[in-house]
Each structure stands twice: as C-alpha cells, then as structure tokens.
C-alpha cells in the first residue's frame, strides 16, 4: 500500500471504536493496530485466531470471492505456510446472532480462501487472524477500495463494479462526492464507471473479466458511440465462441484479437491510402484512407495553402459524383 494510500486508510479508521478480545489466542497487529492514547501512552489492539468457517464475505465485498482458487491464491498459500501463520489481518464487523456466521468480512477475502484451503488440505493448525471493527456501510466500502487500489490481483472490472454500486447506495448518485470522499479525481473516477456501465455483451465478449481493464473501455468508447449495433453484434458473436470455448470447442479468443475484431466491426477493415488527384497531377502531399463510414484526410504540415485548397476541392468533387 502507498504512502498516500496509508493516510486515507488512517483517516477511515480514526474515532472508530473497536472490540478488544483479551484471549489467549490473541495477536498484536503489527502496523494498523498500533495508536497513542490521550495518556502519550502506546496503545496496544488485540486480534482474534479464528476458524474461517465463523466468517462470511460481506456481500458488497468488491472482490469476486468466486473467482478465488488455489493457482490465484497460490502466492498467499505458500507465503502462509512458509511464516507459519497469517501475517496482517482481516478486517471484519461482528454479526448479529442468527446470521449463519459470526463475522463479515470487509476486507480479506484471498486471505480467507488462502487459510480455508490450507485447513482443507491437510493443515487444520492453521487459523484466520482477523480484527473486529465497527463500521458503516460506507466506511466498510471506503476501507475496502484503499486496502485494494493498489492490488493487481483485483481486477478493473471487479473495481469499477463496486464504484457504481457504492455511487447510489452512499453518496446519492453524486460523482463528485463521491470522487471526494475517495480522494480522486472526478475523470479517474468517470472512466471507471464508464467500465462498469458497459453492455454485457461486450463484457461476455471477454475470455475472463479479470482481463477487462479501464483501458479497454477507453477504446471501446468511440467504437460504440460511432457504431454501436455494429460493435454489439460482433460481440455477441465473440461471447457466443467463449462460451463454446470454456465448454471445450475450441480455444478462447485472446483480448487483442477481439479487440481487433470490435473495432473492425465499427469502421470496417482500414482501406489502403488513396492518393487525392488535383490540378492534374498525382500529389503524394495528400491522401485519403476510408474506415467504414469515416474518411480521414493526412497531409503534410509542408503542403501549400493552395496545394491543400485543391486537394480538397478534388476530394468534395469525387464524393459527389460517386454519389
């Protein structure tokens, strides 16, 4: 986690009360647990070893806890294993009698599959180390996006997902509150969003939506704001070849093919230049490339004021008559 990263996280978790559970299986945090008390004084916070069946995710946890398996969590399991315990811990709110769990989970949830694997598979010494806090909805959300901007293991879409989701349910719809509250940028905010909006069947169109990034969605923009029942209907026809892929015809098609094929669908394949003819002359200064139904002019920054004008005097001439 950032430095800058670090401040945000601090400030979500100042003035929140917490639940100390004085037990022998207790741990010291080693970094977040640590505060000075009024008296000068260091403060000590006491973490709880628990079995992770007691824990549930919280359902607006931004990472796809279905998505979580042994190869991705392969890092975190041998790391586990090798310390001989979990090292920092999850963050939890503690659940009301009667909800099949005594714990949410807010944030930790590849920590939470790493220790369940693990006492799955023959190493049932191990526990999950969590801390208890008490939290809203909004801080849960807040605390949960610091702790995971910087991770690449949570992907751009499983992100963006959360940001829409949390801009009605806590700030009311309100961009710029929202972008606020998070300390961002309201276009860094906007692009991810616009990532969360897209149709489904651009997002079907992926192989994984771990592979969908922001980026994407930038290109993605111009496609469907030029040609978008054209983009759409080649992604239907790519979701239809991934799933066939999964159920084993075939292999998947990776994300710069379908990109490929998405932006062909929207302007066609790009026609060889055409050189513009004027003034009797082929002038190699000016020349015309068609992309679907746009046509881009390239000139050199060397040409003339006149050379230019009956270039696309010519150019206005031929579209005419080829109509």
Partial sequence: MSKRHDAIFD???????????????SARFLKRSNALADSGEREEKLLRWVD???????ERHN?????????????????????????????VRKLPAGQGAEYEVICGARRHFAVSWLRANNYPQFRYLIEVRDLSDE???????????????????????????????????????????????????S?????ARLPQEIVAAWPQITELKELHARSLRPWLADAREDVLAEARKLGAEQHGARAGQGDLVPVAKLLARLKAAAYGAP????KLTFGGAAQDQVKMQRRGSKIHLEFSDAISEEALRLALDAFIRSEIAGK
């Fill in 63 to 91: 990472r796809a806890y279905e998505l979580l398996n042994e190869e991705n969590c392969r890092d975190l399991i041998d790391s586990i294993k090798s310390q001989g315990q979990q090292e920092f811990p999850a963050i």
């Fill in 11 to 25: 400030d979500v978790l100042r003035d929140i009360p917490q639940e100390v559970a004085a037990e022998k299986t």
């Fill in 139 to 189: 801080e849960a959300f807040r605390l949960a996006d610091i702790e995971n901007r910087d991770r690449a293991d949570l992907s751009d879409y499983e992100r963006a997902r959360d940001y829409l989701m949390a801009l009605d349910l806590y700030y009311g719809g309100k961009q710029k509150a929202m972008a606020a509250r998070l300390e961002v940028s309201e276009a860094w905010l």
């Fill in 52 to 58: 992770p069946d007691r824990c549930i995710m919280w």
């Fill in 271 to 274: 026609t060889a230049p055409e």
């Fill in 191 to 195: 692009r991810y969003l616009y990532l």
